[in-house]
């Protein structure tokens, strides 16, 4: 069965800090894989996704994923959080459907 | 990046009437739609999967009749919550699938989310 894990629930980093967001999934085949984030009563958008090729990329705002295949992960990551970061982040995977973790809170202290 | 518009962005509305929010891809023809329903401080939750031209295919447990969803063109999908109840208050989201050129593409983009009260 297709599922996907954000095995943190809530993270709280301080201004400056790297990030690391993990996403473990469960799926039939390689999915296309997604990050996203949502601020407080809004819709999501999209950072980053990975289809194939270099299974490191880039999204935006300062945010990369790595693909682990073997690993079944698509962590995120960032050098250096901005409090503007603060936000729930989701991960999603799929084909032609998509599946979503439960997200992960960041707060971000100063 | 392809963007996609949701309107109403919050509604009120008396408990046993119709409201509609609508969805649309606004540069990019989406021939598959979602819509998902969000509670505070969980996940997406997926109610429907919209076609283009056909009928909508629910998730178990959702209500296809009180949740009606059509997608009548490529750029937009309308999902009307029928005989509303207070327990419909939520948040609705929905997303369009972006097959990019030739379809060798597959990205679903998010609209902004309709805040539905129901009074």
């Known amino acids: 069965a297709q599922s996907v894990t954000q095995p943190d629930i809530h993270i709280t980093v301080s201004e400056g800090a790297s990030l690391e967001l993990r996403c473990n999934y469960s799926?039939?085949?390689?999915?296309?894989l997604f990050w996203y984030v949502q601020s407080p009563g809004q819709g999501l958008q999209l950072l980053l996704k990975?289809?194939?090729?270099?299974?490191l990329v880039q999204g935006i705002k300062g945010f990369e994923a790595e693909f682990k295949r073997s690993q079944s992960s698509f962590n995120l990551r960032k050098p250096s959080v901005h409090w503007s970061d603060a936000a729930e982040y989701f991960c999603a995977v799929g084909v032609n459907q998509f599946y979503f973790g439960t997200g992960t809170s960041l707060t971000v202290i100063p | 990046g392809a963007v996609v518009s949701q309107h109403p962005s919050w509604v009120i509305c008396k408990s046993g009437t119709s409201v509609k929010i609508e969805c649309r891809s606004l540069d990019f023809q989406a021939t598959t739609m979602f819509w998902y329903r969000q509670f505070p401080k969980q996940s997406l939750m997926l109610m429907a999967t919209?076609?283009?031209?056909?009928?909508?295919?629910?998730e178990q447990g959702v209500e296809k009749d009180k949740f009606l969803i059509n997608h009548a063109s490529l750029t937009l999908s309308t999902l009307t919550v029928t005989s509303a109840h207070p327990e419909d208050s939520s948040f609705y989201i929905c997303?369009?699938?972006?097959?990019?050129?030739?379809?060798?593409?597959?990205?679903?983009?998010f609209g902004e989310g309709s805040w539905l009260t129901v009074v």
């Open positions: 799926y039939g085949a390689t999915p296309y």
């Open positions: 997303s369009a699938r972006d097959l990019g050129q030739g379809g060798l593409g597959n990205t679903i983009y």
């Open positions: 990975y289809f194939s090729g270099d299974t």
């Open positions: 919209s076609n283009e031209g056909s009928k909508a295919t629910y």
